[in-house]
């Protein structure tokens, strides 16, 4: 992977100028022998570099006077973990470190590089931005207030999906994206070469120009990677697709990861959750066919709706899809946002966590237009007879659970209701109104079970969920609904 970082020759550069004539330490590189027992100058130091313009390098392996020690496999394991705790832990806003193993004078060392931030300053978690380091005449020091105040700006608030992912040369930029791929979904014409190429990933925001080469930006990684593993950061963004024997966890009978970008392998990752699905024997054309039992565009909908919207600073855990013999969940990280509410998520004005990345996937014909991807999940499940979808929103994560076909003796009560409110909500979004007669033919139940139907909607309005149409007529028999916020 080496080949990729376009650092490393500034790194190699930089440690090369301060080993000779005479060693000596600079703005853009310390030497460490191994990490330090100081963890709070440690977090100093990667606070300083993370203020640097262009960020900076931590060389170790090399002693304070320049002499070339080396570093054993354990030490940079070490080494790796106490730094990835202190970015992640001991700075504000956290960062991210990548490194690479370098060999010099017949000894190995370990280059470190802390990418300059975007927002500055960063400065040590759990005090002020007073607690900001600068590097000056190859020292770590505190920031001055005027110091801070130039910091605060030159600071970029820019969108997640605008900054950089990975830096790269020109011969690397097709290694790591499938250009060709995005820019066919896109409609965009990849002829002319390379170079044009290059040139059209730039003009779609998946890639700029960065210190005499190219930065790919976390939208071109997220959308576009060939392999979303080889970007620092992304490790857990392959989305894992986990089919278990029965309704249990317990035992996995097939397990799978795609570490392609979410644009470019989302019609592969679609096949195979299709291909894993259980059937169901139909009659079509009069020929006996086996159909998945849920239906394709409610999987289409709802796993493009969990890459969308997932928290991509929450770099731990993996996008998921499982599946079970009675239901399949589809679990992306990150809750809801703040101002969206589970049972308002069929109306909800649209509004994106990753709204660069939505532009994107729209225009690829990914997902719906801005709203409207939910409504088409569940008009699909009311049309398959399938019970109702249920929505759970969690500290970290946002869970949405599919379940199998099951006939109304067999719905638990909760499940009937949940089918009650969002069947109100569909017929309300399409200009019409809940019925006795509409909600039947939700249930499946049959024209003499009125009585069952009423039942139901009693104890949906009991609760809140749905509201007569007409509070001032007192007839049941034509009476229409709708949800409790219209």
Request: charged share 25%.
């Amino acid at each position: 992977m080496t080949q990729h970082k376009t650092w490393v020759t500034r790194a190699r550069e930089a440690l090369e100028s301060t080993l000779a004539p005479v060693p000596h330490e600079s703005n853009e590189l310390d030497w460490k022998l191994t990490t330090s027992e100081d963890t709070a100058r440690l977090v100093e130091h990667l606070s300083a570099f993370a203020n640097h313009p262009g960020g900076g390098f931590l060389a170790f392996g090399i002693d304070a006077t320049g002499q070339i020690q080396g570093v054993t496999d354990r030490d940079v394991a070490k080494i790796l973990q106490k730094l990835g705790n202190a970015v992640r832990e001991g700075l504000d806003p956290p960062q991210t470190i990548d490194h690479v193993a370098d060999s010099r004078l017949g000894h190995e060392i370990l280059l470190v590089c802390v990418p300059e931030s975007q927002r500055k300053p960063v400065h040590l978690r759990g005090k002020g931005i007073e607690w900001s380091y600068l590097r000056s005449g190859g020292q770590t020091r505190k920031m001055s207030r005027q110091e801070i105040a130039n910091a605060i700006l030159a600071s970029r608030q820019a969108r997640y999906e605008e900054l950089e992912a990975l830096a790269c040369q020109a011969s690397d930029v097709l290694e790591l994206l499938d250009a060709e791929r995005i820019l066919q979904l896109l409609g965009v014409p990849t002829g002319g070469g390379s170079s044009a190429i290059i040139e059209q990933l730039v003009n779609q925001k998946l890639l700029y120009r960065h210190n005499g080469g190219y930065a790919a930006t976390n939208l071109g990684a997220i959308a576009a990677a060939r392999d979303l593993r080889r970007f620092p950061g992304k490790e857990r963004f392959p989305v894992r697709v986990v089919k278990y024997h029965g309704t249990s966890r317990i035992e996995t009978e097939t397990e799978k990861e795609f570490p392609a970008g979410y644009g470019v392998g989302f019609q592969a990752l679609i096949r195979y959750i299709m291909d894993q699905l259980p059937t169901s024997e139909i009659i079509q054309d009069a020929l006996r066919k086996n159909a998945a039992i849920y239906p394709e565009i409610t999987i289409r909908e709802l796993v493009a709706n969990a890459l969308i919207h997932r928290d991509c600073t929450i770099t731990r855990t993996n996008p998921m899809v499982e599946i079970f013999a009675d239901r399949m969940e589809i679990l992306n990280p990150g809750p809801l946002l703040p101002s969206i509410r589970v049972e308002r998520l069929i109306d909800s004005a649209p509004e994106s966590r990753n709204e660069l990345l939505a532009s994107l996937m729209r225009r690829m014909g990914i997902c719906e237009e801005r709203g409207s991807g939910i409504d088409k999940a569940l008009f699909a499940v009311e049309l398959y007879g399938l019970p109702p979808l249920k929505f759970e929103s969690g500290p970290n994560a946002f869970r949405v659970t599919l379940y199998s076909p099951k006939r109304f003796p067999r719905m638990t009560h909760g499940e009937r209701l949940d089918a009650c409110y969002q069947h109100c909500c569909l017929r309300f979004v399409s200009g019409e109104f809940m019925t006795n007669a509409s909600l039947r033919r939700r249930l499946g139940l049959k024209d003499g079970q009125y009585a069952t139907a009423w039942r139901v909607i009693e104890a949906a309005e009991d609760r809140k969920l749905i509201k007569p149409r007409d509070l001032r007529s007192a007839s049941k028999r034509y009476a229409s609904y709708v949800p409790f916020w219209a």
